[in-house]
């Protein structure tokens, strides 16, 4: 049995950002590796690029270090995120456009955006099936997606380490502490992929390891999964 899904706030908590703006900027270079290893392949010279909930926008930084001919934007909720985003984007000197919008009501026209990427954000937002749409609404045709998130149904064991590692990283700093609350709100592979059936999304596939879901549209290394 799957516990009920206990909805977490949209943003960061403000006295978090700080902290979790400074702990991802040790993490966001091998969180981009990572991304990297799955979708490397799919950066386009002169594709637009869109991180939805980008927070303090440190992987779509790397990535663009790593593919300096993709054009990526960083979009959040957040305009103190946003600020977080545009001090990483100054300290590395490389520019990250950032757009304060919703990802259930995006802010680009029909079929405008090449790819749409998003980390670690899906469980704040309440009606995956919304976002899904607008995602496949403002993608081309042919416009690849990668989402990545936790996911509820986690072992409870990867669960208490998760969490204990995230306390560890987050010692002494005002705010909460725990990784939890993030995992209780996120979503399972079945409710997924029935917020794409209901909506008749059939370009996107849902994709779980142990302890995270993936949701994929477009990308080489998942064709014909
Ligand atoms: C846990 S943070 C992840 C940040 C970043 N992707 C990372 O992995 O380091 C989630 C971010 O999603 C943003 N967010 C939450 N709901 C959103 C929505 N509906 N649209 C856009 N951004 C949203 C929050 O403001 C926050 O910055």
Do not use: Y
């Not at 509820?152 to 995230?166: G, K, V, Y």
């Amino acid at each position: 049995m799957v516990r009920p899904r206990i909805p977490e706030i949209c943003e960061v908590e403000t006295e978090t950002i700080g902290v979790f703006s400074r702990v991802a900027g040790w993490t966001g270079f091998g969180a981009a590796w990572r991304v990297r290893g799955i979708m490397g392949e799919d950066f386009m010279p002169g594709e637009i690029v869109v991180d939805v909930g980008t927070g303090p926008g440190t992987i779509p930084l790397h990535l663009q270090r790593m593919f300096p001919l993709a054009r990526f934007h960083g979009l959040d909720l957040g305009l103190p995120m946003l600020a977080e985003a545009q001090q990483h984007s100054a300290r590395m000197h490389i520019p990250l456009p950032c757009i304060c919008g919703d990802g259930t009501a995006l802010p680009f026209q029909n079929e405008s955006v090449d790819m749409i990427i998003s980390f670690f954000c899906l469980h704040h937002i309440n009606d995956p099936g919304l976002f899904l749409a607008e995602v496949d609404r403002v993608l081309r045709e042919d416009g690849k997606l990668l989402i990545l998130d936790f996911k509820r149904d986690i072992p409870s064991l990867f669960c208490r380490a998760m969490n204990l590692l995230w306390k560890i990283g987050f010692l002494f700093s005002p705010g909460r502490h725990g990784l939890k609350e993030s995992i209780d709100s996120s979503w399972t592979r079945a409710e997924v992929r029935a917020a794409l059936e209901e909506r008749n999304l059939s370009r996107f596939m849902v994709h779980e390891t142990r302890t995270e879901l993936l949701v994929t549209g477009g990308l080489k290394k998942f064709h014909g999964d």
